[in-house]
């Protein structure tokens, strides 16, 4: 684990200050002048959060959710992987990511957002990517999503393993990377990446305070399972969670009929587990906002013998639930991530895996009142 007894926004006195979390209605981009559409709208609405919630305490933090500058194109129309790289992904830095650093500028805030971009040294394979920007406009910080949606498209670090490892070697800055800034300790943990504790567990081992998890489609969220994931993130690991999720969805970019399909419930959640904000009304453009008492939560940390859990992990007996495999690395070492019907098969592999090592039961054949043998 990094040493950040010294780091950035840790020596500090950190005043409580105001984040939000960002609501935008988004528009499925199909080229990628059709981003600056979605960045048009993204302007307007931090202009008016700002103002409303500027009154309170300063706005230092905002956070965009997954899909609010390309929408989930590649997702809905089953694109072909390189198709989606020549046409849509976007590069970091780019016009787009200049666009929101601008933002950051002029609002002197820091601001999370969220791209599927290439990568230099994959040609050919976009990865979904949470960046940071500082006040000053500069991007400071990547994550490369590490878990992905039955229909998402994107390469993760565990599809290419070996060359991941080889790059940036085994190390949590390697998949858990953490900024460490003014306002705290920034980690991103991206939508389907919130339904494993694993991923925000090591953003905490790698210091983070604040774990931003942006986006959860519907029905997911109207039946609570998103809320409960996000709280839960942030007990097990005593952390803020900031987690916005989209307005309503244009599937076009010229789309005149809006889909409600995230529900929206953008919150904010202390260490503690409470919400702080929940913007419940799905399917407008709005935020959640909430003061972050960055100093208050290492306080806690400190001083409590209860809700600060990970100072009781005995880590030598939680390595034995990993010992084996699951689902395989290196997939995409030698080709892009395939279309839905094929990716369905992996993820069936994985599920008959679980079975013959007797971890699942197979389901009782209807009518023979005994299970089929492993």
Excluded at 71 to 92: P, S
Excluded at 188 to 205: D, H, Q, V, Y
Excluded at 281 to 302: C, H, K, P, T
Excluded at 310 to 330: A, G, H, S, V
């Amino acid at each position: 684990m990094n040493d950040l007894s010294n780091a950035p926004g840790r020596s500090g006195y950190i005043k409580p200050y105001m984040a939000l979390a960002l609501q935008p209605q988004m528009r499925g981009a199909h080229r990628r002048e059709d981003i600056m559409l979605n960045i048009e709208h993204i302007t307007e609405l931090m202009h008016a959060a700002v103002w409303l919630c500027g009154i309170d305490l300063p706005v230092r933090l905002m956070a965009l959710p997954e899909g609010a500058l390309q929408g989930f194109t590649d997702e809905i129309f089953d694109w072909d992987h390189e198709e989606y790289v020549d046409k849509l992904a976007m590069d970091l830095p780019g016009p787009e990511s200049r666009a929101l650093g601008a933002l950051a500028r002029e609002f002197k805030a820091w601001i999370i957002a969220q791209a599927k971009v290439t990568h230099p040294e994959f040609p050919k394979r976009f990865f979904n990517c949470g960046f940071i920007f500082g006040p000053d406009g500069e991007i400071i910080h990547k994550h490369y999503k590490l878990q992905v949606f039955a229909r998402e498209h994107s390469t993760v670090p565990h599809d290419v393993w070996d060359q991941w490892t080889q790059l940036y070697g085994t190390g949590l800055d390697a998949f858990y990377p953490v900024a460490q800034t003014d306002i705290g300790n920034i980690g991103i943990n991206i939508c389907m990446e919130g339904s494993f504790p694993e991923t925000s567990r090591g953003l905490a081992m790698n210091g983070a305070e604040i774990i931003y998890r942006p986006s959860y489609p519907e029905p997911y969220v109207a039946n609570g399972i998103w809320e409960v994931q996000n709280r839960a993130r942030a007990i097990d690991n005593t952390c803020f969670v900031i987690a916005p999720n989209p307005g309503s969805y244009l599937t076009l970019p010229d789309g005149k009929y809006p889909i409600d399909a995230f529900g929206g419930n953008s919150m904010i959640v202390d260490y503690q587990g409470r919400v702080v904000s929940n913007h419940k009304a799905g399917g407008n453009s709005s935020w959640a906002g909430g003061v972050l008492d960055v100093e208050a939560l290492r306080e806690y940390r400190a001083e409590s013998l209860w809700g600060n859990w990970m100072k009781d992990l005995r880590t030598e007996q939680y390595r034995l639930i990993y010992d084996e495999p699951i689902y395989p690395k290196n997939v995409y070492l030698d080709h892009g991530p395939v279309k839905h019907a094929d990716k369905d098969r992996l993820f069936r592999e994985s599920v008959e895996r679980l079975q013959q090592r007797g971890i699942w039961r197979r389901p009782t054949p209807v009518g023979t009142g005994t299970p089929e043998k492993v």
